[in-house]
T-cell receptor
Framework: AQSVTQLDSQVPVFEEAPVELRCNYS??????LFWYVQYPNQGLQLLLK??????LVESINGFEAEFNKSQTSFHLRKPSVHISDTAEYFC??????????????FGTGTKLQVIP | ETGVTQSPTHLIKTRGQQVTLRCSSQ?????VSWYQQALGQGPQFIFQ???????GRGNFPPRFSGLQFPNYSSELNVNALELDDSALYLC?????????????FGNGTRLTVT
């Protein structure tokens, strides 16, 4: 079984400041890693994913996440946040070689509040 | 390209009633999964449908059931509603069953059970 831990339920940060949202996972098998973002009253949108290769992955809107296998972490970072980044962010994992079974295990989410 | 659409957006039901939620998957996607997101929680996997058959289920009782139709749209049915069933229900579609395929979510149906 897999589990995902997001220790910070809320993270307030001033506009243009850097931010890091922490994610740790536990799994006995190899997994794919994802970050999803959820804006108020909306579904989840894929922000970025780690499948294989380079451990640093980037999104089109300036976020990046680094896969650290030894620490089983996939922290999300942005060097300078904007008001529009205010949302809830979910870290998620899915088993590789799952034989078609696509269950995604999500963390409990981190609410990022950008303060003007 | 049409995204994932869910209906209705909001629903209020009474304990003991039955409810049906609907989902139209994104064009070209043949796999649909349903998630329950309780207030303040991350989404929890309910089940997945591929080519009209359920091929994966989370820790939800049998009163949660579903269907997938030939056009890949899907329904989630919940019988004997309980207060704890109040949540946002999310439908997600993807192309194929490869684990690397990202999920595309709809905006959800907010179910309130009173």
């Amino acid at each position: 079984a897999q589990s995902v831990t997001q220790l910070d339920s809320q993270v307030p940060v001033f506009e243009e400041a850097p931010v890091e949202l922490r994610c740790n996972y536990s799994s006995s098998v190899s997994v794919y890693l994802f970050w999803y973002v959820q804006y108020p009253n909306q579904g989840l949108q894929l922000l970025l994913k780690y499948l294989s290769g380079s451990t640093l992955v980037e999104s089109i809107n300036g976020f990046e996440a680094e896969f650290n296998k030894s620490q089983t972490s996939f922290h999300l970072r942005k060097p300078s946040v904007h008001i529009s980044d205010t949302a809830e962010y979910f870290c998620a994992v899915r088993r590789k070689n799952s034989g078609g079974y696509q269950k995604v295990t999500f963390g409990t989410g981190t609410k990022l509040q950008v303060i003007p | 390209e049409t995204g994932v659409t869910q209906s209705p957006t909001h629903l209020i039901k009474t304990r003991g009633q039955q409810v049906t939620l609907r989902c139209s998957s994104q064009s070209g996607h043949n796999t649909v999964s349903w998630y329950q997101q309780a207030l303040g929680q991350g989404p929890q996997f309910i089940f997945q449908y591929y080519r009209e058959e359920e091929n994966g289920r989370g820790n939800f009782p049998p009163r949660f059931s579903g269907l997938q139709f030939p056009n890949y749209s899907s329904e989630l049915n919940v019988n004997a509603l309980e207060l704890d069933d109040s949540a946002l229900y999310l439908c997600a579609s993807s192309s194929g069953t490869e684990g690397a395929s990202p999920l595309h979510f709809g905006n959800g149906t907010r179910l309130t059970v009173t």
